[in-house]
């Protein structure tokens, strides 16, 4: 069988010491795209859309430094507290996006409890919305860098990646985004529909059941990351992307109505 063989550069566009990285292209996409989205939100709901340039700051900020700080700690914590300069070396790769999940909800809360306009979860439900989006940007830079690959497969839907090796395996990283991309539909569909109507924390434990819990599953097929994940039983993105769908589910359990 013949099966698609992926071979794109990581790299767009390179000129002397200037270059520009697909994912590099598909980040800032997202983070635009969600912008927009967010602007749009506070325009609908009559609050002061200036303050999103620093809110959008906070998460970044709490993205980058929560998913370091979750790779160093939850993938090889021995080699990094004995090594700590090693840490903030972000460039040379090594994100863990369930500790860039925590890293953002932090900010977000550090950021309401500088307001009076707008509560913790009052944000937190609206910003599921571009965090949704962002994710499938993301999961799309990942694929034009060849990484986040799938176990070899012999489904016809199958990719080999050629700069990786030469098995046809799952794209497991496309997977991710198809969901991220349902996800960020079906919010940005309910917010739509319902806006204030909506339960509090309604948004937020969809994101946390639907992307978590679709990571869990999607994990069974991808290779593992560090060599000491097979001893666990689970990966460690399962073992991680438990209590984020125990949570989603609790809260979903307890609300009982989405709408108000």
């Given at each position: 069988m013949e099966y698609f063989t992926w071979n794109v550069s990581p790299v767009l566009f390179s000129s002397g010491s200037i270059s520009i990285a697909w994912y590099g292209v598909f980040f800032a996409s997202g983070f635009f795209l969600g912008f927009q989205v967010m602007r749009w939100v506070y325009e609908r709901e009559e609050k002061t859309y200036q303050s999103l340039d620093r809110i959008f700051v906070y998460m970044v900020l709490g993205a980058v430094l929560g998913a370091r700080i979750g790779h160093c700690l939850f993938y090889d914590p021995a080699y990094y507290l004995a090594n700590p300069l090693e840490i903030i070396k972000i460039w040379e790769g090594g994100l863990a996006s369930?500790?860039?999940?925590?890293?953002?909800?932090?900010?977000?809360?550090?950021?309401?409890?500088?307001?009076?306009?707008?509560?913790?979860?009052?944000?937190?439900?609206?910003?599921?919305?571009?965090?949704?989006?962002?994710?499938?940007?993301?999961?799309?830079?990942?694929?034009?860098?060849?990484?986040?690959?799938?176990?070899?497969?012999?489904?016809?839907?199958?990719?080999?990646?050629?700069?990786?090796?030469?098995?046809?395996?799952h794209p497991a990283q496309l997977y991710e985004a198809m969901v991220y991309l349902f996800l960020f539909i079906l919010l940005f569909s309910l917010y739509k529909k319902y806006g204030k109507e909506l339960r509090p924390g309604l948004l937020i434990s969809l994101l946390m059941l639907i992307i978590f819990g679709s990571r869990?599953?999607?994990?069974?097929?991808?290779?593992?990351?560090?060599?000491?994940?097979?001893?666990?039983?689970?990966?460690?993105?399962?073992?991680l992307s438990l209590p984020f769908v125990l949570l989603g589910a609790i809260f979903i359990y307890f609300m009982r109505k989405a709408i108000k």
């Open positions: 369930h500790g860039g999940t925590v890293g953002m909800i932090i900010a977000i809360y550090v950021y309401a409890r500088q307001t009076d306009e707008i509560s913790f979860i009052w944000l937190l439900d609206r910003m599921t919305i571009p965090v949704a989006l962002g994710s499938f940007f993301i999961r799309l830079g990942n694929f034009f860098n060849s990484e986040i690959i799938g176990l070899p497969s012999t489904q016809p839907w199958a990719i080999v990646f050629s700069r990786v090796d030469d098995l046809p395996r869990f599953f999607i994990e069974f097929i991808k290779i593992p990351q560090e060599s000491f994940e097979p001893l666990l039983g689970l990966n460690m993105g399962q073992w």
